[in-house]
């Protein structure tokens, strides 16, 4: 009976989160509908389950390429003014936007690649991120082959520590950054699709600032 039990909540319990998952995302971009009058999203096809996500979608695509053009950057670069001018808003917009500015950019740098650090004591590893350069007012005091890495928790990585070590202190891994982020999401149960083999960090060579 209990073997029954286990298998049955280990086949419905993903599915019913996943499912939930989906209906919390499709619920909250429906609210943008509201954006529309009433007269307008009463009827179809803005009353059918879902429109809200194509909207949403609408209006992301628009924004960008709105954003694009000469005439956009310039509507940006005011609008973003205005929000500095603002106590209070202007420290939250700016701290939101330059972590969305490093998430979503091309050119941004998070997460490049998973590595292994020994933390939080020698000779206790751990998988960690690449985020990038600490910049050049955090490396003044130290020597130049540094970089910031980020220790996520399991089995929430939105939490997590922000490192700098030196590059000879990183082990790079043969596997991707998702693999890892499975790795630590499942607190070690998914095990990553390739096997990284721990080498002595004297014999591993130097990782290139980036």
Same mark, same amino acid.
């Given at each position: #009976?209990?073997? +029954?039990?286990?298998?049955?909540?280990?086949?419905l319990v993903p599915l019913a989160i996943t499912l939930w998952v989906?209906?919390? *995302? =499709?619920?909250?971009? /429906? %609210?943008?509908?509201?954006?529309?009058?009433?007269?307008?999203?009463?009827?179809?096809?803005?009353? +059918?389950?879902? #429109?809200? !996500?194509?909207?949403?979608?609408?209006?992301?695509?628009?924004?960008?390429?709105?954003?694009?053009?000469?005439?956009?950057?310039?509507?940006?670069?005011?609008? &973003?003014?205005?929000?500095?001018?603002?106590?209070?808003?202007?420290s939250i917009y700016t701290s939101v936007k330059q972590v969305s500015?490093?998430?979503?950019?091309?050119?941004?740098?998070?997460?490049?690649?998973?590595?292994? *650090? %020994?933390?939080?004591? &020698?000779?206790?590893?751990? =998988?960690?991120? =690449? =985020?990038?350069?600490?910049? &050049?007012?955090?490396?003044?005091?130290?020597?130049?082959?540094?970089?910031?890495?980020?220790?996520?928790?399991?089995?929430?990585?939105?939490?997590?520590? !922000?490192?700098?070590?030196?590059?000879?202190?990183?082990? /790079?891994?043969?596997?991707?950054? /998702?693999?890892?982020?499975?790795?630590?999401?499942? #607190?070690?149960? !998914?095990s990553p699709s390739r096997k990284a083999i721990i080498p002595s960090?004297?014999? !591993?060579?130097?990782?290139?600032? #980036?």
């Open positions: #009976m209990k073997k +029954y039990l286990a298998t049955g909540l280990l086949i989906l209906n919390l *995302i =499709v619920t909250t971009m /429906d %609210q943008t509908l509201l954006l529309l009058p009433e007269s307008v999203r009463t009827h179809p096809p803005f009353n +059918y389950p879902g #429109m809200g !996500v194509v909207l949403t979608l609408v209006v992301v695509l628009g924004t960008g390429l709105l954003g694009r053009n000469f005439i956009g950057r310039r509507l940006v670069v005011w609008w &973003e003014a205005l929000l500095r001018r603002i106590p209070v808003v202007s500015d490093t998430l979503f950019s091309p050119s941004g740098q998070a997460f490049r690649k998973a590595v292994l *650090i %020994q933390f939080p004591r &020698e000779g206790a590893w751990t =998988v960690a991120f =690449v =985020v990038g350069d600490p910049g &050049e007012h955090l490396k003044r005091p130290l020597s130049p082959d540094h970089l910031t890495v980020y220790v996520p928790t399991a089995p929430n990585p939105t939490s997590g520590y !922000v490192l700098i070590l030196a590059a000879e202190d990183i082990v /790079d891994l043969d596997i991707s950054v /998702d693999d890892a982020l499975k790795f630590v999401v499942s #607190m070690g149960v !998914v960090p004297r014999s !591993v060579p130097l990782v290139p600032p #980036m």
